[in-house]
């Protein structure tokens, strides 16, 4: 089994222009935060102690909130079901740039 435990994601580049509305989702459900968005602007971070456990990969997607229009979509993150360790990975789609840093322990 794996557990990955999001830890934090830094803002490097943001969607919209004066600040974006952000969400994590795995699996289907929203991971961060519980509900509703986040906002955040370049050169921030969110930080959060986020719990996942799978039996084999995790997908983790970033999305920015756009209402009324669609939500856009900002990239995903794949945490491989043998991965361990303190580790990052890149959300760059649609001009923006986001680093999620997480842990990943076997168990």
Not at 21 to 31: K, P
Request: charged share 25%.
């Amino acid at each position: 089994m794996l557990l990955v435990v999001l830890k934090q994601l830094a803002c490097h580049k943001m969607e919209d222009s004066t600040e974006d509305e952000i969400m994590l989702r795995s699996g289907g459900a929203q991971v961060f935060p519980n509900e509703g968005e986040h906002v955040i602007t370049a050169g921030n971070s969110a930080f959060m102690e986020k719990p996942i456990i799978s039996a084999g990969d995790v997908n983790i997607e970033l999305w920015e909130e756009d209402w009324p229009d669609p939500d856009d979509y900002l990239g995903t993150v794949t945490v491989p079901a043998n991965a361990t360790g303190a580790r990052t990975g890149e959300f760059t789609r649609d001009e923006a740039h986001y680093t999620l840093h997480y842990t990943a322990v076997q168990f």
